[in-house]
């Protein structure tokens, strides 16, 4: 009779397993992973539906579309010679696109139901966008053959210059940023590529302590590895000391008509706003000056009405992630998306992604689908992520149940633009563009560096994952008076040291063995998942 | 060379921020106004009841205290003020007028700001928001800027005639400051110099730490006696260099260079006279606000300016600078985690040998320099390969 039983049970968990997957704690997904690089030895069973979603629906869907966008945004099936070209020519280029599915794979680990596709249809949007934007550049590239007409056609902007400066000519010309993708995507999906850039900078002088974001940016340069797909080229001051510096060094490389935009430093001040509306105003009449082109306003408030629309939604998705516990996007695809989204602008795919994350969104709360059901704890996350090692919330939320409710680069651009009258629009405008990634909340003024105690509360966070990009002056330069808030506050803050996009300075391991040694000495608690405290993935994308 | 007569008092008031001279001004009821950066108009905040001091932390070498608010890896020198602030040592400052113009200097003053660091119960700090460019728009930017958070701030606070005759009367005062400076420096440019680059150095530092009105007899009879110094019959120099980069308020980084037989002619870099000890012009009508505003913008050669004229127009000040000086070199120095000039000191170091043709030596430095000896190692290296350029050009001329 009992061994009747225990085959029944057997019988009965293994049906369990292939229907629904097995349980958090049992899934030991540490034993998928290969020594060193982190590939996996098999796929994880996630259960049958979604196992088959994710074959489906992200491997073999994102596959497809990832050819099919190259013919898609490359003019036709000529496209497809044009990007191996690309990926020869260009370092970067080949090195981020070719390891994409384990991009989504990290990110989407141990993911179930809802989450999965709400996170999944994330970094769709972003594969997208990514491979739009690449292609643009190629197809306009003179150094690649390509059409002259495209090439007068692409203006080309500093990565922290908001695409939204662009919006009046989005009807006749598409500006694409110089390093979004040469640098910000690569160090996200490929860490590796990006070290040659930094190496590069330091190769002719440059010290190894100002910030390896702008590093980066120069050797990307000095490497002579960005198309020709521009003909002149608008630069911001954003977000710090070392943005200024890249741009004096990049000027020397591109040798091209640029237009600097600096926003105000002090951008709370009432009195600066007039000053940054008329940067922006001059601006313009460059971009006229230098395509021949007018502007058309009604393109500019058809971009700007639609980009609201964008942060509506995001207002919603806030409202959910901060009240319930039906939140179905993670970490990563909430703070990779947003900062893509809300620095590129309005765009096409944007908006069919919302779509698609609103009804998974509504249904969740409808029918109270809790998609993290193993949180133990709620995080916020505060100042400038790790860019190689973005997906940490993945990890920590499979291993310790450490749950990234929201996190400092989602929050930055908390407003839609006025369209009433002009002056409304560009004052709105101004200060959208003053509040660039990195800047409102981290190396801005301290007013909005502490705004992290009332999203803490907002957000129902009770722990703080306080990321410490060893080389922004501005973050360390206020290092202590954090410490000391933490004291008075009482609060649970785990320092995260980490270099951006340079992963030789902390690496990923260093950075888990930091938050397991808080969680078990501080926390005293058990890991959920065992296997996950201690591998090496120092050679992994 | 024979002494000069008020170098050793100067050195004396460098020793530390509240000097006899400012005490003194301070007795007698005025405003004591920090700043630290070329863009805040020195000449606005030495108007008649308040004076400037341009701060410094001099013999700060280990500042532990700054270190805990604002971890190792940022500029000694932001740290070394918020270590000076956090001892005491400018608690005779009565406002502090900030600017956001590099990172860590601008946290300094944010702490000052945000704690209760400075023991004065008038104490107050404001910050001003300074352009990248030189442009109509940011002109009209920086004087609405300078109105509102320095002027109407001094006379709302302390009651301070920010009047059109005021601002003309320190105009007045601030240009003999530069009339003098620039007179003392023009022995510089000299065939054999009748001032060392140290002494320049010590005297320029003086007139931005001290009341101007205090510093100025001393300034007259210093350009007095030059007027009949003689050089050494045997200078001790070998080469003359100019020298270009970050914060330096360290005369003895300049004396370190001269040791090593190399005689700074020229100092382009914060704290120094190139730019800095220029006239203001007011021009007959025109507003002294709006003179000083573009007077600041104009003259100044921060890297911290955006436009592609200017990022390029700067190494050729750079070049000039040398030949207006008969540099034979030039050393480019950035103190450590200073963004700005890593760069601006990196790609100095590979243009202006490139296309100016003059030799430059580029080094990192720490705010104090107690690693002095392996600048000393390149100091040397440097003079002796610019002397043997300097032989091989002699050689060839008499082979012509």
């Not at chain 1, 629009?425 to 007013?447: C, F, I, Q, S, T």
């Not at chain 2, 440019?189 to 320049?200: M, Q, S, W």
């Not at chain 2, 000393?376 to 012509?400: C, I, M, N, P, Y």
Request: charged share 25%; net charge negative.
């Amino acid at each position: 009779m009992s061994k009747k039983t225990n085959l029944l049970k057997k019988a009965k968990k293994a049906v369990s397993v292939f229907w629904n997957g097995k349980p958090h704690e049992e899934r030991r997904l540490g034993d998928l992973y290969l020594d060193k690089t982190g590939l996996y030895k098999h796929r994880e069973w996630r259960g049958f539906k979604d196992t088959m979603y994710y074959f489906n629906m992200i491997w073999l869907y994102n596959y497809g579309n990832m050819v099919g966008d190259i013919v898609k945004y490359g003019g036709g099936l000529k496209a497809l010679p044009l990007f191996l070209k690309g990926v020869w020519r260009y370092r970067w280029l080949g090195q981020t696109y070719l390891p994409v599915m384990h991009w989504y794979d990290r990110g989407l680990e141990g993911m179930r139901g809802q989450a999965l596709r709400a996170s999944a249809w994330h970094y769709r949007a972003m594969t997208s966008e990514t491979i739009r934007q690449f292609m643009r550049m190629l197809a306009a590239d003179q150094r690649l053959g390509g059409s002259k007409e495209l090439y007068d056609r692409t203006p080309a902007h500093d990565e922290t210059v908001w695409g939204g400066i662009f919006y009046p000519w989005r009807d006749r010309m598409d500006d694409v940023p110089l390093q979004m993708i040469p640098y910000f995507v690569t160090c996200h999906v490929n860490n590796h590529t990006v070290l040659n850039y930094i190496d590069a900078a330091q190769s002719i002088g440059l010290p190894g302590d100002p910030c390896p974001m702008c590093q980066a940016e120069c050797g990307i340069f000095l490497q002579d590895d960005v198309p020709e797909y521009y003909p002149f080229v608008v630069t911001s001051n954003e977000a710090c000391d070392g943005s200024v510096g890249t741009s004096v060094i990049q000027d020397w490389m591109m040798d091209r008509p640029l237009f600097a935009m600096p926003q105000p430093m002090q951008f709370d001040d009432p009195l600066v706003q007039e000053h940054c509306a008329k940067e922006i105003e001059e601006c313009w009449k460059f971009i006229e000056e230098q395509s021949g082109m007018p502007m058309n306003m009604e393109e500019l408030k058809k971009n700007l009405e639609e980009q609201n629309e964008l942060q509506r939604f995001e207002w919603e998705k806030w409202e959910v992630a901060a009240n319930t516990d039906y939140y179905p996007i993670n970490g990563v695809a909430q703070a990779l998306y947003r900062i893509y989204q809300s620095q590129d602008g309005n765009r096409k795919i944007w908006h069919e992604t919302d779509k698609k994350v609103k009804k998974i969104l509504e249904k969740c709360v409808e029918k109270k689908i809790n998609s993290f059901p193993m949180t133990r704890h709620r995080v916020i996350a505060w100042s400038c992520a790790p860019l190689y090692y973005s997906h940490w919330c993945t990890w920590a939320y499979n291993c310790w149940g450490l749950n990234c409710i929201i996190n400092m680069d989602s929050l930055m651009f908390n407003m839609t633009i006025r369209t009433d009258t002009y002056e409304n629009m560009l004052k709105d405008m101004a200060l959208y563009h003053e509040w660039a990634p990195m800047r409102r909340m981290a190396v801005g003024g301290m007013n909005h560096i502490f705004e992290l105690w009332e999203y803490m509360e907002k957000f129902h966070c009770d722990m703080v994952m306080m990321y410490d990009q060893l080389q922004c002056k501005g973050m360390q330069g206020v290092h202590g008076l954090f410490e000391d808030e933490f004291r008075a506050r009482d609060i649970h803050a785990i320092w995260m040291p980490h270099a951006l996009p340079d992963k030789r300075t902390v690496s990923r391991s260093e950075i888990r063995g930091i938050i397991n040694d808080y969680m078990t000495t501080i926390m005293h608690e058990k890991p959920l998942d065992p296997t996950l405290l201690e591998f090496d993935d120092s050679e992994g994308w | 060379m024979r002494d000069l007569k008020h170098l050793i008092r100067m050195e004396d008031m460098l020793q530390q921020a509240n000097n006899e001279l400012v005490r003194e001004a301070r007795e007698e009821g005025r405003k004591a106004i920090g700043y630290t950066c070329y863009y805040m108009p020195e000449v606005l905040l030495d108007l008649p009841g308040c004076f400037s001091v341009r701060l410094r932390a001099p013999n700060c070498t280990t500042p532990t205290m700054a270190t805990y608010y604002m971890s190792g890896r940022t500029c000694h020198y932001g740290r070394s003020l918020m270590e000076r602030a956090l001892e005491g040592g400018f608690n005779f400052l009565d406002a502090q007028m900030a600017t956001e113009t590099c990172t860590v200097t601008c946290r300094f003053q944010e702490h000052l700001q945000r704690m209760n660091i400075i023991q004065n119960p008038d104490f107050f700090v404001e910050f001003t928001d300074i352009p990248f460019k030189k442009t109509e728009n940011s002109v009209e930017h920086y004087k609405k800027q300078l109105q509102a958070h320095v002027l109407d701030k001094l006379h709302e606070k302390f009651g301070i005639d920010t009047s059109d005759e005021a601002l003309l009367k320190a105009i007045e005062q601030h240009n003999e400051v530069c009339r003098l400076i620039t007179e003392i420096g023009n022995y510089r440019k000299l065939a054999v110099p009748t001032i060392t680059g140290y002494e320049f150095s010590v005297i320029m530092l003086t007139s931005l730490t001290c009341p101007k009105d205090k510093i100025l007899p001393m300034l007259r009879e210093t350009a007095e006696e030059l007027k009949t110094r003689q050089p050494d019959i045997k200078p001790g120099w070998k080469i003359k260099v100019a020298v270009a980069g970050a914060e330096n308020d360290d005369p003895d980084f300049i004396k370190l260079i001269e040791s090593c037989g190399a005689l700074v002619v020229a100092d382009r870099y914060c704290y120094g006279s190139l730019p800095g000890r220029e006239e203001i012009v007011v021009n007959e009508g025109q507003p002294p606000l709006d003179a000083i505003a573009r007077h600041y913008l104009n003259t100044s050669c921060c890297p911290r300016f955006m436009p592609q004229d200017l990022m390029r127009g700067r190494k050729k000040y750079l070049a000039d600078v040398c030949r207006e000086y008969n540099a034979d070199g030039l050393i480019v120095e950035s103190n450590k985690f200073c963004e700005y000039w890593s760069y601006e000191r990196t790609i100095d170091a590979l243009i202006i040998p490139r296309d100016y043709d003059i030799p430059t030596c580029s080094i990192e430095k720490e705010y104090i320099n107690s690693a002095s000896g392996q600048l000393r190692t390149r100091f040397q290296a440097f003079v002796e390969s610019v002397e043997l350029k300097k032989l091989h050009g002699q050689t060839a001329k008499k082979a012509d």
